[in-house]
């Protein structure tokens, strides 16, 4: 733990905690400030000049990255008849109904996102304790109960990345690996900062987007100038 305690101290110190970088400069930092032997996930974290408490300012939604964010999720699909075979051919890992569900009832978990049709909302919510939890369960914001599965299938494989607002008022987005080119990491930010841009609620005032930093999985977090986007 002191070898990787000292690492971070010497990342740290790449890093000046007052100033504000360029995107270009935020992602170059992040790769040099990275001492893990792994490729580490590169993450967005948004501070929100919103009020989660209000309904109207619980931001929630899904969003396909321009480049995908470097892991291949295992897409879980509860669909059946002719949905179930679309959903298939678009390259879900698993299709199926109460199978699956008697399986996840037993303990397993080996998918990252679950897609169901709206038909099988009344089956599926019954998982609503152990999925929930996990932030797994289906949800209409996210594109996740949908009869169009083939397309929520691809977006899902293609880098579809969801956000949701905390009680903080932060959202943690992943925008790519570190061995991505930093032009890749650069237009997947500009993506989803381009996307809560759009969904600020219209009851938001002052600043929105009141702190905005890009951190890899061991790294320290590098503050980004985001003045374009406001």
């Known amino acids: 733990m002191a070898k990787r305690g000292k690492k971070h101290q010497e990342a740290v110190k790449l890093v000046d905690r007052s100033k504000q970088y360029e995107v270009s400069e935020a992602v170059a930092l992040a790769k040099e400030a990275a001492k893990a032997n792994f490729d580490e996930t590169v ?52 299709v199926g109904e109460s199978d699956y569900i008697d399986q996840i009832n037993k303990g397993w978990f080996e998918f990252d996102v679950v897609v169901a049709t709206p038909d099988m909302m009344a089956e599926v919510g019954k998982l609503g304790r152990v999925l929930g939890p996990k932030g797994l369960m289906p949800n209409p914001k996210t594109g996740t109960v949908t009869f169009e599965v083939e397309k929520a299938v691809q977006d899902i494989k293609a880098g579809k990345v969801e956000y949701r607002v905390d009680k903080s008022a932060n959202i943690h987005v992943p925008i790519g690996k570190l061995s991505f080119d930093n032009d890749k990491l650069i237009e997947n930010f500009n993506s989803i900062t381009d996307q809560l841009v759009k969904v600020k609620p219209q009851s938001s005032k002052g600043v929105y987007l009141k702190n905005v930093s890009i951190a890899s999985t061991m790294g320290p977090g590098i503050r980004v100038d985001v003045s374009s986007f406001r």
């Open 43 to 94: 993450e967005a974290a948004f501070r929100l000049g919103v009020d989660p408490k209000k309904a109207d300012q619980q931001i929630r939604g899904a969003h396909v990255l321009p480049h995908g964010t470097g892991k291949t999720q295992r897409v879980l699909v509860f669909a059946k008849g002719d949905k179930a075979k679309e959903a298939e051919a678009a390259g879900a890992d698993y």
